[in-house]
């Protein structure tokens, strides 16, 4: 396939508002790579149905979330931001792919067997073919790269999987993408216990920092960080707490582990924490102010809405289309 610049895609489920761990694992990563390459991103919606939603609030969230991925530096005139939803290829794509897809492959899923069990009462057929539907969303932009955190490196792996199966039989229809994985921040870890990764849905308020927390709730959230013997700020494997806070610190200010080292020597876990919540709060307020001025300006948001799902209908269409075609489908009669 001719590309004039090489595609990415990504995107967030819907669901609640974005935490540190969303900005440093990916966020960040796309605001930072989008002149280099033609940009899609998904509000990622149909995932999100696959956990029970309060619909007038899951509607909100949702589009709060559009709001947010501008907010931090998006231009949705230059790249393509929309609704998974509203794009009904997603869900075609992600059904012809099922058809392509084992069994095996996905029972060995670790975010399946760990949403499972957090949700017992609901483990329904989309929680276990979510990483199909993940698949055709990149698949259908014929995505060369898909920037996300760590915990979304075996959706990759099963996507390129499929694409590559289906490619031996049909030829070459999917372009086989790569994750990128940013160097700090692809896996930040929950404040009050750091062997736990950070999450939107953790029950103790202490342990996730959100993108539109104010000042005084960082600070505070990162004060009460749960930190590890010792007083030195050094990075090191035994010290999880203070490695997540370094983690942290780099991913925002773009420092090197040695350069905190160096920064903090001599000082205690306190200046350090402070130091840490400050770099955090100075970064998400820029991104916290835009976004309440997104969020007042109604008409703009649906204009960028309108646009770029008209964008991404046609796009992926193409795709389908040759999908469609290879695998037999009787044409569309226009
Ligand atoms: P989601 O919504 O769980 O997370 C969105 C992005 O944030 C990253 N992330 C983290 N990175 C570092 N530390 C953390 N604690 C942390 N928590 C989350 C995730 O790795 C992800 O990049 N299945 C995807 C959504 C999706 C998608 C796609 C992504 C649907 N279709 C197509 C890429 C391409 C998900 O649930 O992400």
């Not at 067997?113 to 057929?125: F, G, I, L, Y």
């Not at 370094?246 to 130091?275: C, P």
């Not at 964008?311 to 037999?328: C, D, E």
Request: net charge negative.
């Amino acid at each position: 396939m001719d590309k004039e610049k090489k595609i990415l895609y990504s995107g967030m489920q819907a669901t609640n508002t974005l935490t540190l761990g969303n900005y440093l694992g990916a966020l960040k990563n796309w605001v930072s790579l989008y002149n280099e390459y033609e940009c899609f991103y998904g509000v990622m919606d149909l995932h999100s149905l696959t956990v029970r939603q309060v619909p007038a609030e899951f509607r909100k969230n949702a589009r709060s979330l559009y709001a947010l991925y501008i907010a931090a530096g998006l231009d949705p005139e230059k790249s393509c931001i929309y609704f998974q939803s509203h794009v009904s290829a997603h869900a075609e794509l992600a059904w012809i792919l099922n058809c392509f897809t084992y069994m095996g492959e996905l029972s060995r899923m670790t975010q399946f067997k760990d949403k499972s069990a957090k949700h017992e009462d609901n483990v329904n057929a989309g929680l276990f073919t979510y990483p199909v539907l993940m698949a055709a969303d990149i698949l259908l932009y014929q995505a060369d790269v898909v920037p996300v955190g760590v915990d979304q490196k075996q959706h990759l792996e099963i996507t390129r999987d499929i694409a590559e199966r289906f490619n031996n039989i049909y030829g070459d229809v999917f372009t086989i993408p790569e994750p990128y994985i940013g160097k700090k921040g692809a896996k930040v870890m929950s404040l009050a216990d750091p062997e736990k990764k950070m999450s939107k849905s953790d029950e103790n308020q202490n342990a996730t920092v959100f993108l539109l927390d104010d000042k005084d709730t960082v600070i505070r959230k990162f004060k009460r960080a749960v930190t590890d013997s010792g007083a030195e700020v050094k990075y090191a494997e035994d010290k999880p707490g203070i490695s997540n806070l370094m983690e942290i610190y780099g991913g925002v200010t773009g420092k090197s582990f040695e350069e905190i080292e160096r920064e903090f020597e001599g000082k205690g876990y306190g200046d350090f924490k402070l130091a840490v919540g400050e770099a955090v709060s100075d970064e998400l307020a820029p991104i916290r102010k835009r976004y309440d001025e997104l969020m007042a300006d109604s008409a703009y948001i649906d204009k960028c809405i309108k646009e770029n799902d008209d964008k991404a209908r046609y796009v992926s269409n193409k795709t389908l289309r040759k999908v469609r075609k290879k695998v037999g489908l009787t044409e569309l009669i226009l």
